[in-house]
């Protein structure tokens, strides 16, 4: 057992607003520069939608991500012999329309404009030709149209479901869309690691941080190709890519990132979690449908006295292990199983979870005969010769998963590689917790039907109340638990990377335990 410790993150979907404060957040401190400007190191997409950069997800287009090879994984559209031959050429690589054209406005006109019977306009103007522009995409064009032809329509993973439950879940009452909050996942498996010639990219050893070495990245841009969620961009004016570096000074500093600090919704937990390296490669060749758990059993016991003494060889310090034992993604992830990797068919081991979103409104469309109703209206009357109606009526307070309107068949296709039950559980577990809370604040369930949605949920009262708060109530040391930053270990492992190629990923761990967590 080889453990290691990485910083974590939870999202919960439920909780967030769609305010886009993080991406604000990010933007100004820092991709507000030159060559950065199509850059949203966070952003938050609607879905179902395209996303950020147009169908990121589809990987037959972006060829991104690791992809089974026998026994192992190879990567799917990078690595040396793939990335020699389109070295001068790569066809998978967004380009600037998938992200969309940046532009500002030409404030002068505002200022300057003379006196006049109009009202000046401020025109849009391109930050990379500064030549007058017709805005046709941005980094949230489609926000909120989680019906449209042109977004909600083409989502990827629509294709998990059948053309009727399509069309149904694009009936005008029957409309509903969520909000995914993105940033890179600082993965386990990283592809974009793995596939940069020059190994610029590495892994961070005492907190398993994704960063790009500027001074060593050559900007082949492999790890744009390599990253399936499309989190490493090119900088045009430095020539060097560029990623999410999860506000490491920050977190150094004992400060939660900014994306997250700033959360209106509070939807973001951070922490540590420790887990077996050894079992990295086994889990990323796993079967597909067999990936998620495989990847939460990795995970490990904070508290098992044979953990701790195994991190304790490894050279993980005690109040990093004090950390992971009030880590709130541990929590969430492992001891209350309601959180989802995005994408975890990628096989990078995503380190980001996601509480799926629990639709508060599950009203439902039924077929009706409404010929006797219209014979008894008067002619002049208005009624209309359709066969549905929209239904609110349930049997009882917050419904039933089976009649939410956005079927589970698409949130497997986002959480769990297509198991629909994987996701079935987190939202009954989700549901219990409601139920359990109406029981307790308002009193108008009974003790017998709110003991059976926790007992269905596989949860106790306890475990209830306990994430409830964690979910509702919680203060911010609650929500980020960062462990104290060592520098004096740090600081061992500032090498150039490509002397320690090898274990560029997982830390170094060259000669001695207690260089690498």
Known sequence: MDVRSQISMVFHLDKCIGCHTCSIACKNIWTDRKGAEYMWWNNVETKPGTGFPTKWEDQRIYQGGWE?????????????????????YNPHLPVIDDYYEPFTYKYLDLIE?????????ARPISMITGKPMDIKMGPNWDDDLGGSPDYARNDPNLEALTPAERDAMFELERIAFFYLPRICNHCLNPGCVAACPSGAIYKRGEDGIVLIDQLVCRGWRMCVTACPYKKTFYNWSTGKSEKCILCYPRIEAGYAPACMHSCVGRIRYLGVMLYDADRIHAVASANEQDLVQAQLDMILDPFDPKVIAAAKANGIAD????????????????????ALPLHPEFRTLPMLFYVPPLLPVMASVKTVDHTEQSEKMHDIAKHWP??????TSTTELFGTIADARLPLKYLASLFSAGDTEAVKVRLLKLMAVRIHRRRVTVGDISDQRADQALKEAGLTAAEAEDIYYL????KFNDRFVIPAAHREQAIEMMEFTGDVKGNIGFGFKADTAERGL
């Not at 109040?319 to 309601?338: E, H, I, N, R």
């Not at 979910?471 to 919680?474: E, M």
């Open 68 to 88: 089974k090879d026998g026994d192992g994984i190879a990567l799917r559209g990078a690595g040396k012999r793939k990335g020699l031959s389109n070295i001068f």
């Open 113 to 121: 404009a003379r006196a006049g019977n109009d009202q000046p306009t």
């Open 471 to 474: 979910s509702a109530l919680a």
């Open 386 to 391: 359709d066969n549905w109606v929209y239904d």
């Open 319 to 338: 109040s990093t292990l004090d950390a992971a034992q009030y880590s709130p993604t541990y929590k969430y992830v492992k001891k209350w199983g309601m």
